[in-house]
């Protein structure tokens, strides 16, 4: 009996990526899509700090929100955040999370660094 499969050298790859139709020239339009961030100076940011647990298992993480930065400024931001409070933090879609309740350290911080910031909730 004859073995009819393939050998693997044959088959096409499932993760090959093959333009089957392409109505303009470049197939690569990655840059067109990008969203443009504008990168407006701290003092014409207005940020809301903001605690919150919800959704996280009863830890409090203070939220600042409001950033139009790119995300290596922000990154750079929440290093320096993390450090003077002693936490851990992330960047999540244009805000900053610092785990721990740091409100008023926060917005002493971010007012010493130019930007407008307010306590936003209860």
């Known amino acids: 009996m004859a073995s009819s499969k393939r050998k693997s050298s044959d088959a096409k790859t499932p993760g090959e990526n093959r ?29 809301r700090v903001q605690a919150s647990s ?9 939220v600042i929100s409001g950033f139009q930065h790119k995300p290596e400024t922000l990154e750079a931001l929440l290093k320096q955040l993390k450090t003077q409070c002693g936490a851990g933090g992330t960047v999540k879609e244009n805000t900053i999370e610092i785990q721990g309740e740091h409100k008023q350290k926060l917005i002493q911080i971010l007012t ?5 910031a307010k306590i936003s909730g209860g």
């Open 19 to 47: 333009v089957i139709y392409s109505e303009f020239g470049n197939a690569d339009n990655s840059a067109a899509l990008e969203r443009g961030v504008p990168e407006l100076p701290p003092q014409q940011q207005n940020l």
């Open 112 to 116: 010493e660094l130019g930007y407008k």
């Open 54 to 62: 919800k959704g996280r298992k009863g830890k409090t993480v203070t």
